[in-house]
């Protein structure tokens, strides 16, 4: 299986790397890095392109021994580990446009004489938006929600809650964005087996570029302001502050000595923090706070 999705990751990753060019016009830079502890992977970067400000759609392999922290977590001892995974974050220029973020992976644990124990596949994809065009987030709902209705009809609505609570600036009261899906833990079981479930991945993983690429298409030569572009750089500091605090990627891979160029890739590049800054009551940018204040249904009928 780990062989199986690798494989898969490094051809999702050229795919949207390729679609990501042939739209901005700009290249992302490869580095191709080794972990001292096992393991190793390929980061891919862009930045300061025609559309997209930042972009990175890094996948990595790595392996070894379990960090203490992580076997008092999963209440294991002396435990081995395998994780492979595709990461992306998208951070666009124009406002209008929302940055998105999408991971795909997959974990084994081993116990001490090297016998697999545990497997299980992870990830999702969500929308962090600036301002509201609810079409676009609807369009993006609809394509999580077909991928999920052709294995079981209540998968969306399950991760799609469960996305809503994971990406939650508990500190704030707020959400990171418009939600999307999210699944972890996902192991066999008398609905799905693992090739199942690698199926079901597969089939997320593969819908990315239409769920995000039309939103981009759309709002990519929209006009915006010094005002407009001010207020994208304080929302980024809120997603900033969940990637630092909350994230669970990004604190695995603090812990298993992951490379930090990679983990942190995620990070905008210009980002505010404007001391207790509210937006003008009855604002566009007002409209946005008040939708993640709460989450929302954007599907009727779920």
Not at 22 to 31: A, V, Y
Not at 54 to 78: C, M, R, T, W
Not at 213 to 241: A, C, F, M, T
Request: net charge negative; with cysteine; glycine share 8%.
């Amino acid at each position: 299986m780990k062989e199986s999705f690798y494989k898969y990751i490094e051809q999702l990753q050229d795919k949207i790397t390729l679609a990501l060019e042939d739209l901005d016009g700009s290249k992302f830079k490869e580095d191709i890095w080794v972990r001292s502890e096992g393991g190793g992977g390929r980061s891919r970067v862009l930045e300061n392109g025609q559309i997209f400000e930042k972009g990175g759609v890094n996948i990595s392999a790595v392996h070894g021994s379990l960090p203490n922290s992580l076997q008092e977590y999963f209440g294991v001892k002396d435990a081995q580990f395998y994780a492979c995974g595709l990461s992306l974050v998208i951070h666009p220029k124009n406002p209008m446009v929302p940055t998105v973020h999408a991971n795909w992976r997959y974990f084994e644990m081993y116990n001490e004489n090297h016998e697999m124990v545990d497997q299980w596949f992870g990830g999702g994809l969500d929308l962090t938006p600036y301002y509201i065009f609810e079409e676009d987030i609807i369009h993006f709902h609809e394509v999580c929600k077909r991928g999920c209705d052709k294995f079981q009809k209540d998968f969306y609505k399950v991760f799609k809650e469960k996305c809503d609570r994971y990406f939650w600036n508990t500190h704030r009261n707020e959400a990171r964005g418009v939600g999307g899906l999210f699944f972890d833990y996902c192991k066999a079981d008398d609905d799905m087996s693992i090739e199942k479930w690698y199926e079901f991945v597969k089939e997320i993983g593969d819908s990315f570029l239409d769920a995000y690429l039309p939103i981009v298409k759309k709002r990519h030569s929209l006009n915006y302001s010094d005002e407009n572009r001010k207020w994208q750089e304080i929302r980024r500091g809120r997603y900033v502050e969940f990637n630092l605090v909350h994230d669970k990627g990004t604190l695995f891979g603090l812990k298993t000595n992951g490379r930090i160029e990679s983990i942190l890739m995620s990070l905008p590049p210009v980002v505010q923090w404007k001391y207790d800054f509210h937006p003008v009551e009855g604002s566009e940018e007002a409209k946005l706070e008040a939708i993640l204040k709460e989450p929302k249904k954007w599907i009727s009928n779920i």
